[in-house]
C-alpha cells in the first residue's frame, strides 16, 4: 500500500503516544528531584486545592484509590504532605502539602516549564485554543468530568509571570 492510500493513524492512537512521550519527558525532568510524574501531579493538585481526601486526588490525578493510597502514604513518609482527621468524619484523611513540598514543587516547575513550551512551541494560540477546546469535547463525551484545577495543575508551570503556555506561544509566534 501506497502512503498516500494508508489511513491516518486514529485520533485516540495519536493521543496514547502524545500522553506516552509526555511522560517519558515529564519522568527525565523530575526523577533528578526524587520525584516520580504521578507524584508531581498529586502535589500540583494539593497546591490547587488543598485539604482534599486520598479518594478526592485519586480522582483528580486519575489514579485508582489503591495506587494514590500508596503514593499518600509514600509522600507522608517523606514528609512532602501531612495529613489530618476530617472535622466532620474522623475516619478520612485531609492532605495539605508542607513547606518542604513547597519548595520542591518550585524546583520542579521550573524543571519541567521547558516541556510544555517544548510540546506547543510549532502551534499558533488559535490552534492552541482549539486543541484545548477539542480535548475538552473529546473527555466531556466519554463522560469524564473536566475539573479545570487537575488540568492546570498538571501542567507544568513556567515560573515567570506567563503561564508555560503563553512562554510557548510567544517563542513559536502568532501565526
Do not use: F
Not at 41 to 62: C, E, N
Not at 91 to 103: E, G
Amino acid at each position: 500500500m501506497s502512503a498516500a492510500h494508508r489511513p491516518l493513524p486514529r485520533i485516540s492512537y495519536l493521543v496514547k503516544w502524545l500522553e506516552r512521550g509526555l511522560r517519558a519527558q515529564l519522568d527525565a525532568a523530575l526523577a533528578p528531584h526524587g520525584l516520580t510524574t504521578p507524584e508531581y501531579t498529586a502535589l500540583s493538585v494539593l497546591r490547587q486545592r488543598d485539604g482534599l481526601s486520598s479518594a478526592q486526588l485519586a480522582r483528580r490525578t486519575l489514579v485508582t484509590a489503591q495506587a494514590m493510597n500508596q503514593l499518600v502514604i509514600a509522600l507522608e513518609r517523606r514528609r512532602l504532605i501531612a495529613r489530618t482527621p476530617d472535622l466532620a468524619n474522623a475516619r478520612i484523611q485531609k492532605a495539605s502539602l508542607t513547606v518542604k513540598a513547597r519548595r520542591l514543587l518550585d524546583v520542579c516547575d521550573e524543571a519541567t516549564a521547558s516541556i510544555e513550551v517544548r510540546l506547543l512551541a510549532g502551534l499558533s494560540r488559535s490552534e492552541i485554543q482549539a486543541i484545548r477546546v477539542g480535548l475538552e469535547s473529546c473527555i466531556a463525551s466519554l463522560g469524564e468530568p473536566v475539573d479545570a484545577t487537575a488540568t492546570a495543575a498538571d501542567a507544568p508551570r513556567s515560573t515567570s509571570r506567563k503561564p508555560a503556555r503563553d512562554a510557548a506561544i510567544h517563542e513559536s509566534g502568532d501565526r
